[in-house]
């Protein structure tokens, strides 16, 4: 009965609510709209973390990574007007990366709505666009209903984010509900009549390929998608920056589609007959731009297979689409019938053997300092192989997408987004839900300063990331590109740097830089040793513009 139900304050029934969904942990800029949260959250603080960052952007940024760790939605609160436009960043990330996220934000009262009040922004407007859901509480009572409601939509059919505006006044009401109860998970299976024609289809392959994306894995269909490639003799190309969905040490692996991929790789998509998309969208830097499957209809056979039936079709004519979840279907393939010799065995191994032969480093251009070929190599051989790896976005990011190997999983945390500053802040919440790790994050310079602050929460937190930050004094992809369309005709690209070993050092951490090859591998000793965050800053000529490229054969190719 409700009269046996004590009553609660707005803002202890949310955090009750929380803890009750299972929820441990958030990130926050406390701000004075959610006073209330706070101060029940003080109540809590055994059972619930509450991580203390510099930008709301940094908290977002950390929110959505421990959703792509966790399996949960991430948590992060912060404030109204300027707080949530910060956070938006986040929201959109984990839009497109399709990442499990509850954003909270601060609200004006409930008698001041509708007249540009301090900092009033109407949510569900702002947010509607990003998010898969906006929404306001209004009412005390509603909201374990409210929360847990967002809960199942963050985490059902393709993850994504739902933001819910807080009224300030409505934090302070008290009301007499129960906890919710935890959500079960509604997760859509195959049809077996489209896994049957899905195996009819690969026995006619000649070329078939299998893509793998999407989020919220498990090791329990991680290892049904191994033992359906293996048992198939499948080449697997992980889609855009979804390289630990499959352990990259397996003979079936091929490489990763995206802005590292290689030539030969490109061609196999464009020449597969067969092209099976597990879990993922096959997005615009999956396909180049959708040139190496073409919409609105492809060259291949494709086969779709994502959880949105929305999101079979919306792009490309598949002429096999099924609507399930990725994790469902990957241990109902696991348990279908493999020809005892595929047709394409030496398809398969052509392709692995082209994949190890592009992680071959080049030699190193004479009068190039700092090898950078050799230091991915040295981490390469230094780091765990369940060593967590994060990056923002910048050329630089082909260091860790070409030359790490991904073996276990969740390990690469890397914004679909193309969000810039999303390395360090990753990196923190890695080594908060993950402590017994080893965590990486490569940022180029221009990348770093966006929310290199959020070095200051992993010192004062206690959290150990290495921070790798590539600084050639450039934007170096925009530079690129004006060398490819413009050669010469630069602009808006050059960047002044601070000394970066002495940033980390101004906040506690370990800093070290590093300007010739042969000085890297101690460094890397001596920061992976130190008892608290580490950065090392390598200086590199603008020169290597990518891992394929250098400026002068971009300025060749223009002329």
Known sequence: MANDIPARSGAHLLVDTLLALGADRGYCVPGESYLAVLDALHDARDRFELITCRQEGGAAFMAEADGKLSGRPGIAFVTRGPGACNAAIGVHTARQDSTPLLLFVGQVGRGELGREAFQEVDYRAAFGPLAKWATQIEDAARIPEIIGRAWHVAL?????????????????????????????????????????????????????????????????????????????????????????????????????????????????????????????????????????????????????????????????????????????????????????????????????????????????????????FEVARTLEARLPADAIITNGAGNYTGWAQRFHTYAAYPSQLAPLSGAMGYGVPAAVAACARHPGRAVVAFSGDGDFLMNGQELATAVQHGLKPLVLVFNNGSYGTIRMHQERHYPGRTVATDLVNPDFAAYARAFGAHGETVVRTEDFAPALERALAADTAALIELRTSVERISTRATLSALRGKGA
């Open 156 to 372: 059902s059919g393709r993850p994504g984010p739902v933001v819910i505006a807080l009224p300030e006044d409505l934090l302070e009401d008290r009301a007499r509900v129960p906890d919710p109860a935890l959500p079960c998970p509604a997760e859509s299976w195959p049809d077996p009549a489209a896994l049957a024609r899905l195996g009819t289809m690969l026995r006619e392959a000649r070329r078939p390929l299998l893509v793998v994306g999407g989020g919220g894995w498990t090791s329990e269909s991680r290892a049904a998608l191994h033992a359906f490639a293996e048992r198939w003799q499948l080449p697997v190309a992980a889609a855009f920056r979804r390289q630990d969905v499959f352990d990259n040490r397996h003979p079936c692996y091929a490489g990763a589609l995206g802005t590292s991929v290689s030539p030969e790789l490109a061609r196999r998509v464009r020449d597969t007959d067969v092209l099976l998309a597990l879990g993922a969208r096959l997005d615009e830097m999956t396909t180049d731009g959708y040139t190496l499957v073409e919409a609105p209809q492809p060259r291949q056979r494709l086969v779709h297979v994502h959880p949105e039936p929305e999101e079979c079709n919306r792009v490309f004519r598949a002429e096999l689409a099924i609507a399930a979840s990725h994790r469902a279907c990957a241990r109902a393939l696991a348990a279908l019938e493999a020809p005892a010799a595929p047709a394409w065995a030496a398809w398969t191994a052509q392709a692995r053997a082209e994949f190890e032969a592009d992680r071959v480093p080049p030699a190193a251009p004479v009068g190039e300092a700092l090898d950078l």
